[in-house]
């Protein structure tokens, strides 16, 4: 090995053993920094993969984010245990609120990339409490069972 090549190698372990350390933190990344406790959130809950803290929007009195500390762009990208572990904090602080906000439910739900709504490119859990049928929420399923082919949707799915 020659030293170009020992100093690449150097510098690759030592960014490794950073990122497993600190876990892979972006530049220009909101949710990395209040991860970081670079900007302030009103953190809910805690521990060394993932911190839930207050949406700045609150959709519904409640709304809570669910996020790794470790950046992933988006669900489609995280890692599977991870996103896993968020999923169970999840639930439980979502008993939490709705328990202690005195909700009827709520619904759990994550945006992939723009198209599907994604605002800020850092996987999250969006928690949102119910009230009422009316809250100011809209999650609409259209039935196009008639217009479409559900064969030709499962093959294409399925090859
Ligand atoms: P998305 O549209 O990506 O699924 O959701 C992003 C969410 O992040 C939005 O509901 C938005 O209100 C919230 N949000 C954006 N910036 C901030 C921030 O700086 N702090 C907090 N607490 N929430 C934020
Ligand atoms: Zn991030």
């Known amino acids: 090995m020659n030293s170009n090549n020992t100093l690449t190698q150097l510098l690759s372990d030592y960014r490794g053993s950073i990122i497993k ?12 920094k209040i991860a970081a406790k670079e900007i302030p959130g009103k953190v809910v809950y ?5 911190i839930a803290f207050l949406d700045l929007s ?9 996020i790794p500390k470790e950046h992933y762009d988006s669900f ?3 890692d599977a245990e991870v996103m896993a572990h968020c999923m169970k904090v999840a639930q439980k602080l979502a ?15 994550t945006n992939a990339k723009e198209v599907a709504g994604q605002t800020v490119h850092h996987f999250h859990i969006h928690i949102i409490p119910r009230y009422e049928e009316n809250d100011p929420i809209k999650i609409e399923f259209t039935d196009r069972s008639s ?3 559900l064969d030709d949707i499962y093959n294409e799915i399925m090859k």
């Open 76 to 78: 489609l990208e995280a």
């Open 58 to 66: 609150q959709t519904t009195n409640g709304h809570t984010l669910v």
């Open 147 to 149: 217009v479409v082919n």
């Open 95 to 109: 008993n939490k609120i709705v328990e202690n906000m005195h909700a009827k439910g709520c619904n759990i739900l």
């Open 46 to 50: 805690e521990n060394d993969t993932c």
């Open 21 to 32: 350390k600190e876990g892979l933190k972006m530049d220009n990344c909101i949710f990395c």
